[in-house]
């Protein structure tokens, strides 16, 4: 995917094509949505972590292991939806 967009770029770069500029400017774009979703994800997944671990506590239970992997897959989850989403636009 990344040897794709970057071949996208460079295509742009050279040939200053409107099709080619605009494919350029949509990966910028695209990159900087993917990071906000990913960290508004981030935050959701890390909040609700942190209300487990506390009712937990308030129980008198042991909060649940793993809520590091639960929270990265969760801030994963939306960029790995796009790449996936780019990579099929792309090959066609």
């Not at 040939?15 to 994800?41: H, L, N, P, Q």
């Not at 942190?50 to 960029?79: D, E, F, Q, T, W």
């Amino acid at each position: 995917m990344i040897a794709t967009r970057t071949q996208a770029m460079a295509m742009a770069a050279m040939t200053g094509s409107a099709a080619d500029y605009a494919e350029a400017s949509r990966m910028v774009t695209e990159k900087m949505a993917a990071a906000a979703e990913c960290a508004v994800a981030a935050n959701v997944a890390l909040m609700k972590e942190g209300m487990n671990a506390a009712a937990a506590i308030a129980s008198g239970k042991r909060a649940a292991a793993a809520g590091h992997n639960r929270v990265a897959a969760a801030a994963l989850r939306p960029y790995a939806k796009r790449v996936r989403a780019n990579a099929r636009r792309l090959v066609k």
